[in-house]
Every structure is written in structure tokens, then in C-alpha cells.
């Protein structure tokens, strides 16, 4: 299943556009800008050894396609601050969701892939990691990354589930302890996840703004036009509980929801990227959304 939603400042008209089994379901409804994200703090880049070295001081899940031979860099940074949880209504499961709690702390991490300023395309895409099988994935990358870059895409991947955050301080405790989604054990099922998501989303800097004294640019003077979300699998479905929340403050322009890759060769996961690129201008801001397969 894809889905892609575009979203307004303020009060605005909600398209859920999702495909299946070839039928094309389209739902509008109105949605109260009622809660913002709290802000968080990047700290980095974190240093790293090169991927390949054998060193447990590099970045876990390094991209395994060759980035420096097509003008791409790869950075780790640590995201920290503090969340809200939400409750969903369980009347209405389109409905906005609700802030339960809020002030719980997280510690987690993101890596960015981001081609030259002249190779950028003005796109975007944050991966939600997926933990399928305890190990912290970018698998939409694994499918589509070499599009990506031939594209001039900026990606980062955001681990926001503590199962694969457990499994990187696992894999590199010296360079991952400390890392925490859960304040303390405070939050259960990854509560805390959703507004992780949107943090990231936030430290990324619009055409037009500024980025703020002393704030950590973690893509490099890059300036996004778009910011689409995407997720493969489990992490889709969490995007799915995330669409009634995003609502509350919006920060994506769209998301790309990917339920049945398995169906897909990779050279065809890359055609959808790049049939979705052709319309992006559908899925801007205000804007009814563009879904393509």
C-alpha cells in the first residue's frame, strides 16, 4: 500500500489517498492544528570510522551503495528532548489523535545521506527505520537508495523504536550507550516515537527560513523544498497511526507508505520513487495529493 498525504498550515481539508489491490480509496477530512511538536536538540555530527573498516566506532547501517564516486556524504547525528504520547480516538479512527502525556525524554539517533548543493534536487526523504526481526533497517534505502542518488534526493533515516535502538548499543555499546526512547522505562510501545519523527523532521531547513543561531545544520546548508515521509512494512503501519497525529503539527509534505515491496524488484521500487518524483508538485503544501504505482 502507498500513501501519500499533503497537509495544511492551520484548519485544512485531510486527503488520504491509498492504493490496493487496485482500487483507489479517497477520504477528506478537516484537521485542527492544535499541538506543537516540542523542540529537540542535534548534537553532531558524531564522528565515525569508515563502514567497512571492521571499527565498531562506525555508523550502524552504513549505506552499502558507494556514496563518495556519486558526490554524497554520510553523517550520524544524536537527536534528544522530549515528547508527547497521544491517544487515538477509538470512535473514530480517522480522527486527530490526542496529547495523553508529555515530557518524556528521549536520546536517539539519525543519519543523513545528501548529495552536492548542485545534485540536490529540493527533495526530502526521512525513512522511518524498521525493527522487523530486532534490527534497526533502512530498507526502503536498501530498495530505492540507488535511485535516490542518481536523483539527487537527500534521505535520513530516524531510529525511533527502542528495539532497534537496543540493537545498535548491542552492536556498539561505546559509540550507542546512553541512547534511549523510553524516559527511563516511563513509556511502553513506543510511545514516544511519533513526536522522535517529527523532531527530526523539524531540524531539517526549508527554502525560505533560517536556521536559527547555534543550531546544528545536519544538511549542510541544503535547502528542502519537499519533505516526504517514507516507511517499509512495520514502520508503514506506524506511519499509519502517525498520520492521525502529524495532523496536530504538521511537518511532512507527504508520505510514502510501502506495505508489499516484496512484490516489487528493486529497479521497479526506484520507477515508483521516481513516477512520485515526476508529480511531486501534487504533494506540496495546500495541495491536493498525486498518487501514483
Given amino acids: ?43 553532531g555530527p558524531i564522528p565515525a570510522d569508515a563502514a567497512g573498516s571492521g571499527s565498531r566506532n562506525g555508523i550502524h547501517s552504513a549505506s552499502a551503495i558507494e556514496l563518495a564516486a556519486h558526490g554524497y556524504s554520510e553523517e550520524e547525528f544524536f537527536i534528544e528532548g522530549v515528547a508527547n504520547t497521544y491517544k487515538a480516538d477509538s470512535d473514530n479512527p480517522m480522527a486527530d489523535a490526542s496529547i495523553e502525556s508529555d515530557g518524556h525524554r528521549y536520546r536517539t539517533r539519525l543519519v543523513v545521506r545528501r548529495p552536492q548543493p548542485a545534485d540536490f534536487n529540493g527533495v526530502v526523504v526521512v525513512e522511518w527505520m524498521n525493527v522487523t526481526g530486532g534490527v534497526d533497517k ?22 525511533a523504536q ?17 541512547l534511549n526512547a523510553t524516559h527511563d522505562g516511563m513509556v511502553s510501545g513506543d510511545a514516544s516515537s511519533y513526536d522522535i519523527f517529527s523532531a527530526v523532521a523539524k531540524s531539517i531547513v526549508r527554502e525560505g527560513q533560517a536556521l ?22 512495520q514502520s508503514a503501519s506506524r506511519l499509519a497511526n502517525y498520520s492521525t497525529v502529524s495532523t496536530l503539527d504538521p511537518v511532512f509534505d507527504g508520505f510514502y507508505r ?29 495541495n491536493a495529493a498525486a498518487q501514483h504505482r
Fill in 1 to 43: 500500500m502507498l500513501d501519500l498525504m499533503a497537509q495544511r498550515e492551520g484548519l485544512v481539508p485531510r486527503a488520504l489517498l491509498t492504493l490496493a489491490t487496485g482500487f483507489l480509496v479517497v477520504a477528506a477530512i478537516l484537521s485542527q492544528q492544535a499541538a506543537a511538536v516540542p523542540p529537540a536538540t542535534i548534537i
Fill in 138 to 159: 533502512d530498507i526502503d534505502w536498501w530498495q530505492s537508495g540507488e535511485h535516490l542518488v542518481a536523483n539527487g534526493y537527500a534521505y535520513v533515516f530516524v531510529s
Fill in 162 to 178: 527502542q528495539m532497534g535502538i537496543d540493537n545498535i548499543i548491542s552492536w556498539s555499546p561505546e559509540r550507542y550507550a546512553g
Fill in 212 to 233: 536559527p543561531a547555534g543550531v546544528v545544520d545536519i544538511l549542510a546548508g541544503l535547502r528542502a523544498r519537499q519533505i516526504i515521509a517514507t516507511g517499509h512494512s
Fill in 258 to 286: 510501502a506495505w508489499r515491496w516484496r512484490h516489487y524488484s528493486r529497479r521497479s521500487a526506484g520507477e515508483n520513487f521516481q513516477a512520485y518524483g515526476r508529480d511531486r508538485h501534487a504533494a506540496s503544501r495546500g
